[in-house]
């Protein structure tokens, strides 16, 4: 799909911004509206991972914020690979960089970039509805009890033929939540004129019918 950037004789890019907590089947039910509707995706998330990816790489400090910034404001968003971005170690180092308010800003400016994608585009976070596009014309979010995202993330982990501790995995989950949650900026949270979507007992398909429908009724409205 040939990209382009929204111009005043253009109908402007639609956008739809969908945050929720770790596990709760966001990027999935992201990237199966994206490939329904021909949208554009993006896992911001993989923005923070990629970012902290090219630090380890460059041997670079995951605690000098200019250093980080820099390294965020040339990040190529072409390039994002989701299976080697979900190594853990990486994710580790990303939630050092995600705290920093700079990295952050230059990180928010290049997803905005992203969403004047044509014809639209789907992004997944946690502050897509809050901070980064405010103004999108649809909002999800999407959740699930901490107890169901624990197990989803603990039957990933055993289908890739790796070791779990549910246990282990089930704290992870409410300790991420909590930090997501409770940070001074761009803290998780459901926009006010969010669509609440809670998949605890939702399959993928269910969860994207319910979603098509506030999207089609977007789409009819912009």
């Known amino acids: 799909m040939k990209d382009s950037v929204v111009s005043d004789d253009v109908r402007p890019s639609f956008t739809i911004a969908i945050d929720g907590p ?6 999935t039910l992201s990237r199966r509206i994206a490939e329904a509707y021909g949208f554009h995706h993006l896992d911001t998330g993989l923005t923070y991972r990629a ?3 090219a630090l380890l790489d460059a041997g670079l400090p995951l605690d000098d914020e200019a250093v980080a910034e820099r390294v965020a404001l040339a990040l190529d968003l072409s390039g994002l690979d989701r299976n080697v971005l979900s190594k853990h170690e990486i994710g580790e180092a990303a939630s050092k960089i995600a705290v920093m308010p700079a990295v952050r800003r ?3 400016e290049a997803q905005r970039r992203f969403a ?3 014809p639209g585009t789907v992004l997944d976070g946690r ?15 999407v959740t699930a009890s901490s107890e ?9 982990i055993v289908a890739r033929g790796e070791e779990a501790d549910y246990e282990s995995i089930f704290e992870d989950v409410k300790r991420r939540d909590a930090r997501d949650m409770g940070r001074a900026d761009s803290p998780l949270k459901p926009a006010e004129d969010a669509h609440l979507l809670d ?5 993928i398909e269910a969860a994207f019918q319910a979603a098509k429908t506030y999207i089609d009724a977007g789409l009819k409205a912009n």
């Open 199 to 203: 998949t605890s007992e939702m399959s």
């Open 22 to 27: 770790a596990a709760a089947g966001k990027g």
């Open 127 to 141: 502050d897509i509805g809050t901070v980064v596009c405010p103004d999108a014309p649809v909002k999800l979010y």
């Open 116 to 118: 004047l994608k044509s």
């Open 148 to 156: 169901v995202r624990a197990r989803r993330r603990f039957d990933e």
């Open 51 to 53: 970012t902290a990816k």
């Open 106 to 108: 230059a990180l928010v």
